[in-house]
């Protein structure tokens, strides 16, 4: 989306102190286009510096398409005044913005927002604040929930990407006591944009990345808008899931370069379908459009390449596999119980090995440097005889029970290689204190079996044949998860932390096992399509 910010006369180019229902100005850039106006307006809001290329409103030139561009810097950052918080002053900042856009000559009655990252959060929480003049949005890798996304996935805080960000923006992170903890309330319901699906009323172009740290966010975001939106909103959402990162991927797996984000077009097309009433015909095509992964060494295998789709998920068919306690995963659930059980020690926790992180090296990278730890649980299917095609949510259903008040539970989903090589397809953690919800953290009693049902994420794969699925349990992953002190209460120092002895159970109904939604078996009658 780069683009570049060329020199302009002070008549086109002005920065403007706007005003805040709190008295709180907020520095502003504005860019008109050339001819007569009024125009329709591309509004960005970022923490990073407006004028900042790639993140700010220099990722595309609107005001060469005839847009006035208008980016701002938020509240306590670049310019503006007031102080930094987070996204909390986000919803009524972004809505006055608007307002006071609306009001100025130069601007017609039809505002876009566009925003990358930090930028497509800023432009989720306006849609959510409703203002009228606010026809579209166009969002790339952006989560609409900060608490289930941004800080605390599973209950369990994003050390590296929160530390790391907030250092970025020079508001670093005090160290405190371990583990955060932070609970699901009226902020955080506030932020979320699944609680306003049925009040937001406009469409929105989700741009995201199977690696990227907020995919789930926006393939969420995407169903709940099209399904239940109100207004213009229900029926004209766009998601676009490429193979990509927030930055670039890491590890041995390299996909196509036609994987990654579209061009510009697209961003122009959409603002001119709802900010001009051009019809650009992005309203025949398919709503949904996906980069099917597959196996990157085989030229010939299947995958690895794009699909649309008006359904999301797509059509398939669920297939179940049970663990087992010799570490396998089968059609059939094991007939006698039994576990599995590790110690996980805080002080040595397992290292973090790719996945959809921010500033960790992120992506496919190989799990198998973990394979001789005693602190991780594999399960692995036997070689697939044909090629399996999996798009959609990944479910894993845990049988577990822990020896003191609270622990963490992390599941990862992978794709073994027949040459021994374990690329992380997602990763999700659990806390066990929030198993009966966010806002209702429980102990929990030594040797009580409890069933978590752990949404390990999304994605669109094609196993090749003669690999594995594997899914691996574990209770820590660093720096992507703070470890758990496996205390009730946090301590100051791990060497106040105890080790927890962690089981898995299986067998029986009631036993661990995965669901995946199979969409094809290439090289057999069976497909969901």
């Given amino acids: 989306f780069a683009g570049k910010t060329k020199p302009l006369p002070p008549d086109r180019r002005f920065e403007v102190a706007v005003p805040m229902r709190d008295g709180t100005k907020l520095s502003t850039l504005v860019t008109l286009p050339e001819g007569v106006g009024p125009w329709p307006v591309v509004f960005t809001r970022t923490p990073y510096g407006k004028e900042t290329p790639g993140l700010g409103p220099a990722a595309v030139d609107f005001y060469q398409l005839g847009y006035v561009q208008v980016a701002q810097d938020t509240r306590g950052m670049g310019k503006s005044e007031g102080t930094f918080g987070s996204f909390a002053f986000e919803k009524p900042d972004g809505f006055d913005s608007i307002d006071w856009i609306t009001k100025q000559p130069w601007c017609d009655g039809n505002v876009g927002m566009f925003g990358i990252s930090a930028g497509g959060i800023l432009a989720n929480l306006a849609a959510m604040a409703q203002p009228p003049a606010l026809k579209c949005t166009y969002v790339v890798v952006a989560h609409g929930c900060d608490y289930h996304y941004g800080t605390y996935s599973g209950g369990v805080f994003l050390k590296d990407l929160n530390e790391r960000w907030y250092k970025l923006l020079r508001h670093p992170i005090e160290p405190g006591l371990r583990p955060k903890l932070g609970r699901y309330d009226s902020l955080a319901a506030d932020m979320d944009m699944r609680l306003h699906f049925d009040k937001v009323n406009i469409p929105t172009f989700n741009v995201c990345g199977w690696y990227d740290c907020f ?50 077009d697209s961003v122009r097309k959409w603002f001119d379908q709802w900010l001009k009433g051009i019809d650009t015909g992005l309203t025949k095509e398919e709503p949904v459009r996906y980069f099917l992964m597959g196996d990157t060494f085989d030229k010939k295998a299947p995958g690895n390449q794009w699909r649309t789709t008006r359904v999301w998920p797509p059509l398939h068919q669920e297939k179940t596999l049970w663990f087992t306690s010799k570490g396998e995963l089968r059609d059939k659930s094991p007939d006698s119980p039994g576990h599995l059980e590790y110690a996980s020690d805080p002080k040595n926790p397992v290292p973090t090995l790719g996945g959809n992180n921010l500033f960790l090296a992120r992506g496919p990278m190989d799990q198998s440097p973990t394979k001789n730890r005693k602190d991780v649980l594999r399960f692995e299917s036997e070689p697939l005889a044909d090629a399996m095609e999996i798009v959609g949510p990944i479910m894993v259903d845990l049988a577990v029970s822990t020896d003191g008040p609270d622990t963490d539970f992390i599941v990862k989903f992978v794709d073994v290689y027949p040459d021994g090589y374990e690329a992380l397809v997602m990763d999700q953690a659990m806390r066990l204190r ?21 949404d390990a994420g999304t994605t669109a794969l094609v196993f090749n044949k003669g690999h594995r699925l594997a899914i691996h349990v ?21 060497d106040e932390a105890r080790i927890a002895h962690n089981r898995v159970h299986i067998g029986g109904e009631a036993g661990s096992r995965v669901r995946l939604p199979v969409t094809q078996i290439h090289g057999s009658s069976l497909s969901a399509r």
């Fill in 215 to 264: 995919v789930q966010s926006g393939i969420e975001n995407y169903e709940g808008l099209q399904e239940q939106g109100a207004g213009s909103a229900r029926g004209n959402q766009r998601l676009v899931v490429g193979a990509f990162g927030h930055f670039p991927l890491n590890g041995k797996l390299e996909y196509p370069k036609e994987a990654r984000q579209p061009d510009t």
């Fill in 434 to 454: 929030f198993r009966d919800g966010f806002d209702k953290p429980t102990p929990a009693e030594a040797g009580t079996v409890y069933q978590l049902s752990i």
């Fill in 474 to 494: 574990q209770s820590t992953n660093a720096p992507r998860f703070e470890p758990h002190s496996n205390t009730w209460e946090p301590v100051k120092s791990y």
